[in-house]
């Protein structure tokens, strides 16, 4: 079988140095291009060491770039730049896969709020897919422009879709507090994240208001179809580098049973290669996720208060991992392709 | 002015050791016995290297001590320890003030349910005074006995006192989402404390129910004179070594402006050296109290659902720390005696 | 093709998981027996939660367990263990591969010193080999038994070996200070390993002598012929998990220019998959290879004082990854089946 | 008795906010301005909210600062800022000490090679003063300029002195293996010193040549009136913030026994309240030392290869605690004022 190209813009931030690390193992993939403003001419190895000597590709200038022989791009970008590429790309035939925010929410004026910026192509949001992979297969096998999920909503919308889905939670007192670690940030000039900062320290941020918390409930609402969710989200830095840790606190309509809940979960999940329902009173560890593709969930119930734990490596299920299960489904490859990590531990 | 001696039982563990470190610059204290089972006869610097030279003393055996000089006794043991001494000393009139758990629930069946023990002296246990040392100043300065607050009940009463106090929050809806340093959970053979696996790793734990939430509801409903209290509390393990971090979500009874909020809780603690409100819409930080005595506590509206952040030195405010504030309230000293260390930072 | 049957003794320490986590993904293996005295009967997922589901086997009592079945068996056990069961295994033709150090060292009365027991099978120590993958292969191949070399001499032979065999270093003032994770510790009780006290700190150990001196000097005269060879070494404890650096200082018997340092290297090690040296004045870092079955050397030329860097995961190339290289290369598998893991990173 | 006022450039990195933790708390001191560029007329405690509120100053532009009032200036700029004002300072009476590298070394063009600026007053290095406390005192307390000398140098020559001074080691074969926490390099914006690259690593670093290379040695030979030392040092990064641990190799001339080397250290450092000699085959860690201006030292001897440990916090004995060291001797107050703070432990 002939390779798939793929491109990847932006490839020296952690997303994309992520997709570079997955995709040099993915059997039906092949490298097109790469770019980087930073690091234009410089060998791939040169700036990402970890690398192996096999991958050959130097990074190219955005300027510079041709996509002609590329089936599919991967954005791994700031926001606002592959709204501006879209139409041109998808005129051409190719396929997207925006790992920014661009296309996760529906609603422009939201949008536009939360990003502060004009959105450069409002008519092909309504054609994108949100790409998480679980809930969305069918829609994305077939999509010309995948909105990538953030993060923490992967995390997020993973534990809360069976209940909702199943309208067994009020789902207007949702609270979610979350943790990630480091890497979520990116890679970029801020004191807080320098390691004489971030080490041996925790605290919470953005606590008026986080652009996760618009995308949860919009993609929620649609998923679950769920007139209206309320999710008051909290995120918290973990002194780490990945991973990411969802502790989820919601009321139950009724009470319900260890082997209801359990059952609920199996149903969503059992088919699933990615999450993994660990079962009621099980303690999920960011450790058993970490540099893979695994989704691990648990819920414990204190008089009708359930509480939900879930986890993910931001950077894999939550962004490079997630694009790839993504292209997978969307190219008809085996789901776990390149995907096969076991996750590094201890 | 002579010096006032104290010993400490149970010298080995960590906030055994955090004691050491506190009470070396204490002006007013001379140390007198130190306890160790397992470190009998070795010098406490020989064990402590990091402690200064100046510190003569040796540990002594549990069976070989005699606490006749002594003004104070610190039970820096494990739980169910201090219970069996209480009655002798306070008898030849010592006071006592004891750094775990057996004094801090005034309900006897409530603790013995969940410390999974019978108690030995449930009269003294009426007579001991919970020594959150900012809410109980004037019980402190005549107590015989203290129990001194557990780590996160420190960090999570300091930051709902306010709040219960003014009635103004809901107070059967608080849901507390918890962090802690490893140092929390003490020195002991345990593969879950280990480096290699707490090491850039972040979960939850007790999930199904910890102990610190029985003290939270008593001491508070105590403290602020509230019919019932329902606090849903959930810790978490964070991948570093000192430091408790409360994220709590409560309902608002009546919206309030940041004015009001700042008020309440600048009322609280304006005249507190250690505890200090930063202000609504602040960010607290571990790093800003590590090491210190200090609690730093802010908190954000979002639509009459408030979230208060509180953090604390668990070593020093949640344990050590306050221990010796609440001494320097018995014996008349100055509140900071020993205590004036400012956090480490960065 | 029939898959190979390899069983595991000693299932539950950090060599045991670790061999589990590579072995799940390897193409020709499947995986029989796996011993754990203290978690007999229990699942291998249940005890390692980050290991997928697919892995079916329970934990078998090694008083119980059978080799019947087994094509090869490792030895992830502490020093002392293998050499009790190597007789009878190889007599019924199975192989076998110690990742202890009952094997390591050819020179009984020295290994007895060292280790602090009787040797059980000194007759066999002969017919071992020693399992440094690069520069035993052939030997490798017909080996019965394999002698996993240690974390430390990986990392430390790789870097000394091309520069010994040209005979271009004074053999007798060689200076070795090296850098391990907290891993290569083992999973067991001791309060140096906790994470209190791990983390946020730095030392030396064993400065008076460690194992790993004699296993270093005994196989490099061996594998580069040289009549003596002195190394002092210097372990240190890094406060992290994984990662071995060696920073090895040497003298030039005559000055080289970059060229010929890096002919020197590059002759040693082009051909191989997982030694990459990177140039003359390039700076390896723990985290390119973290995960990987790779190491990373270097070095820097300062007045006929050359300094080499070398760098390996201590759990991978310094042991289960360079166990399972062993193993291909005895049956004749790809090299690299197995062990295609890109290094994590960030 | 009237304070002493002190002022500082440069209050906005790490060892101008270590220099404001330390003299929070000195009984001599009153501060009077403090500079940043950045934050000019920000409250010092919104910018470093872990110090006390009893801080009122606030930041000054150096555009605008006045000395008038100042008795001392720390200089805890970037290399090459204390030069330009040095002798506008001292023809006002004002004395100095500066925490950068303007003053360290006496040789002018070695200087100006190694920092790549031309001096701005060589003359003035002349009269400077090399700060390092315990083997200057006498020159220190009339010293109008102080040199403070590098944290590497501060760690390095306070365990090489005792040895040069008595002719007992070749001066000539010294290695010096060190390591450092990331504050070390600073508070500025560089990939490496992100948390998410130096978190969970360990690399070497200017192997080819570090600038306190010809610090340790031109200092140390005039320490010790030595004709000639030759000291390779290679400097690398321990993934935690504070710390400097160095491991030094050298040649005995003569075998000595424990004794002996024992007393070698004690007659150096019995009179010193900072600097300690754990004694021989003692293991010193970074944790013994974190937060305090102590040096722990001690030293194992292997066959005439005789092997020093030494230790300190960079940030306090490597920088602002021997610049308040300094002061406390130049002004003839107690050596260990504002300095008494015990080490964090765990």
Same sequence: chains 1, 2, 3, 4.
Avoid at 56 to 84: C, R, W, Y
Avoid at 232 to 258: C, Q, W
Avoid at 324 to 343: D, K, R, S, T
């Amino acid at each position: 079988m002939d390779k798939l190209h793929v491109s990847i813009v932006g490839g020296s931030g952690y997303t994309g140095s992520e997709l570079l690390r997955l995709l040099v193992n993915h059997p039906h993939i092949e490298i097109d291009q790469v770019t980087s403003r930073q690091d234009d001419g410089k060998n791939i190895t040169e700036i990402f060491p970890f690398l192996p000597k096999k991958i050959k590709n130097k990074f190219v200038h955005p300027d510079n770039v041709s996509f002609e022989q590329s089936d599919l791009i991967f954005f791994a970008t700031p926001n606002g730049i592959a709204m501006n590429f879209a139409e041109m790309l998808v005129s051409k035939g190719k396929r997207l896969i925006d790992l920014a925010a661009d296309f996760r929410i529906k609603n422009i004026p939201l949008w536009e709020q939360w990003y502060g910026m004009k959105h450069a192509c409002p008519k092909l949001v309504e054609t994108a897919v949100y790409g998480l992979s679980e809930l969305k297969k069918n829609e994305i096998k077939d999509a010309k422009i995948i909105a990538n999920p953030g993060c923490y909503p992967t995390a997020i919308q993973l534990a809360l879709y069976p209940l909702l889905n199943k309208k067994i939670i009020n789902e207007q007192t949702i609270i979610i507090d979350a943790k990630s670690g480091i890497s979520g940030a990116g890679k970029k000039n801020d004191d807080n994240l320098l390691m004489a900062e971030a080490y041996d320290n925790f605290n919470a941020y953005s606590v008026q208001g986080h652009r996760h918390e618009p995308e949860i409930e919009e993609n929620l609402k649609e998923i679950t179809n769920t007139k209206d969710i309320k999710a008051l989200f909290v995120p918290h830095l973990i002194p780490m580098v990945r991973g990411i840790y969802a502790t989820i606190y919601v009321d139950l309509n009724k009470d319900l049973s260890e082997d209801e809940l359990d059952s609920i979960y199996s149903q969503a999940y059992d088919q699933s290669i990615f999450v993994h329902f660990m079962g009621v009173n099980k303690i999920p560890k960011t450790k058993m996720v970490r540099g893979s593709n695994q989704c691990r969930i648990s819920c414990f119930n204190r008089d009708k208060k359930l509480i939900i734990l879930s986890t993910i490596d931001n950077l894999v299920k939550g962004a490079a991992g997630q694009a790839i299960q993504n292209l997978n489904i969307m190219f008809n490859f085996q789901e776990e392709a390149g995907l096969n990590y076991i996750p590094l531990n201890p």
